[in-house]
Structure formats: C-alpha cells, structure tokens
Nanobody, 123 residues
Framework: QLAESGGGLVQAGGSLRLSCAVS????????MAWFRQAPGKEREFVAG????????EYADSVKGRWTISRDYASSTVYLQMNSLKPEDTALYYC??????????????????WGQGTQVTVSS
C-alpha cells in the first residue's frame, strides 16, 4: 500500500527528498504522515498532511527546514528535507491514518505503514 524511497547518505547541511508511493485506495486516506525511528529510540512523528485540504503539521525539530506535500496525479507524498543534521539520522516511514486519528503524532493510530527508507547524515 505504501512504498518509500529517496533515502541515502548525505553530509550535514545537505538535502534529500523522500517519496511515498501510495496505492489509489490509501491515497484518499484522512492523513498521510512521515515518522522516523533512530536506533534505541521510539518512533516519532515528523510531518503530516491532511488529504482533504492540504493542512500540514510538523514536529518542532524539523519546522522551517522540511516540507511535506502531496501530488494527486502520481499518488505520491513527498518530504523535502533541507539543512539536514546528524541527529536526523533514522529510518523514515510513511504512514496513512483514517478519521479515527486522535493525534497526528501518535504512531499507534495509523492504519498503514511502509517498510521504511534509511537516512544517514554525516557530520
């Protein structure tokens, strides 16, 4: 249902764009979001976008640096990551959540997940 791509190794200060290819049924979901998980840490919310009106929300740690967007024609959700820092190193996941979401930041409320794509930022 969800397939991430675009991860890789980049130097601090650099940029990457992650893509999440979404099946037609899942693309109409209420909220599409990106989460990340670093080794030994819990999965954390990074950014989300509401399908209906394009409303976005970001974690404080990435606000002003990253942008989430969606493309209807290709059924893809993007995460443009600029000014990357070593602490951004993690496995990044795309997720789809329905109307039952009580909080965009709560991973357990999302219904579908991709396999993840690794982002490594060197200092």
């Amino acid at each position: 249902q969800l397939a991430e791509s675009g991860g890789g190794l980049v130097q601090a200060g650099g940029s990457l764009r992650l893509s999440c290819a979404v099946s037609a049924r899942t693309f109409g979901y209420y909220v599409m979001a990106w989460f990340r998980q670093a080794p030994g840490k819990e999965r954390e919310f990074v950014a989300g976008i509401r399908y209906r009106d394009g409303t976005t929300e970001y974690a404080d740690s990435v606000k002003g640096r990253w942008t989430i967007s969606r493309d209807y024609a290709s059924s893809t959700v993007y995460l443009q990551m600029n000014s990357l820092k070593p602490e951004d190193t993690a496995l990044y996941y795309c997720a789809a959540g329905g109307p039952r979401l009580s909080s965009w930041h709560r991973a357990g409320d999302y219904d579908y997940w991709g396999q993840g794509t690794q982002v490594t930022v060197s200092s």
